[in-house]
């Protein structure tokens, strides 16, 4: 129970810093919970779980806010959902060991797009097929489907395989690739990670790997973190943040690779 205790203690801290830049967090809340002692399949499945809690209670504010583009989300995030499902699915096929070895790439991966500038990018000019000139609100963005489709679809099979949400490689694509406004791609992407997230738990729940007793708890701090974080993430700049997310994400990886080496030789399970 005290462990349980500690780690909701800590998902919520992270809920509201994730919430504030459209990120679910399960780059954290992986680590936290084999930290704390479940096996890698299960740590997954809980993080999903809590991830999509997290960012249905974020998107409930943004949508308020009028920050989340549903079109963009509906247009972009199926090839994601799918093939998080089929990640989480067949998660079983490889060892825990090498999910956390993918994890640990991912994750340092994550935290040199959270270190790039996002400078927004006005749409050009002139229609090409698959650019899509997409007006919201007073934004005016090019989203070019040939490099988002494939990304949000890679993205969302391996987070579904290790139990995040994708939202790391989501933002970045979004602001980067298709000049979306910050404040919008951070909305939007609650959105897409709460179905990210929903989809690759069913995958990871068919399976036998959810635990109520760490999942529940966890939710139910997640969900006040996600109110509370996208209620801040309206009121101020979330790319300030980013820097601080980069490093921490960076620190989480070093995290696991170290539980990696330590399991390997039989110092932790």
């Given amino acids: 129970m005290s462990r349980i205790v500690a780690v909701s203690v800590v ?20 680590p ?8 890698m399949h299960e740590a997954a499945t809980t993080a999903q779980f809590v991830l999509a809690s997290t960012a249905v209670a974020a998107s409930l504010v943004f949508q308020k806010f009028k920050a989340v583009d549903w079109k ?14 089929v990640g989480g699915y067949y998660a079983h096929r490889f060892a825990g060991d090498t999910l956390k070895l993918v994890f640990c790439g991912l994750l340092v991966l994550a935290g040199f797009f959270m270190l790039r500038p ?10 090409r097929f698959g650019l899509w000139q997409r007006s919201f609100g007073e934004h005016t963005y090019s989203v070019n489907l040939w490099l988002a489709l494939p990304i949000t679809a890679a993205t969302g099979l391996v987070a579904g395989m ?10 970045p694509l979004m602001v980067l690739a298709c000049g979306v406004p ?11 990670v709460a179905a990210t997230a929903l989809t690759g738990f069913s995958g990871h729940a068919l399976r036998g790997d959810f635990s109520a007793a760490w999942a529940v708890p966890a939710a139910a701090v997640a969900v006040a973190g996600g109110l509370i ?19 921490t994400t960076f620190a989480a990886a070093a995290f696991m690779a170290v539980n990696v080496v330590l399991s390997s030789n039989g110092i932790t399970r």
């Fill in 11 to 30: 998902i919520f801290a992270v809920a509201v810093l994730m919430a504030m830049t459209g990120r679910g967090g399960g780059n954290f809340y992986v």
């Fill in 32 to 39: 936290v919970l084999i930290g704390a002692g479940a096996p």
């Fill in 72 to 85: 963009l989300a509906l247009v972009i995030d199926p090839p994601t959902d799918v093939m998080a499902f």
């Fill in 118 to 127: 996002a400078r927004e990018r006005a749409a050009g000019s002139g229609k």
């Fill in 162 to 171: 290790v139990g995040i949400s994708g939202g790391s490689f989501k933002v």
């Fill in 182 to 192: 910050m404040r919008v791609a951070v909305g939007t992407s609650s959105v897409m």
């Fill in 229 to 247: 974080g996208g209620r801040i993430s309206v009121k101020t700049k979330p790319e300030r943040l980013k820097r601080i997310f980069a490093y």
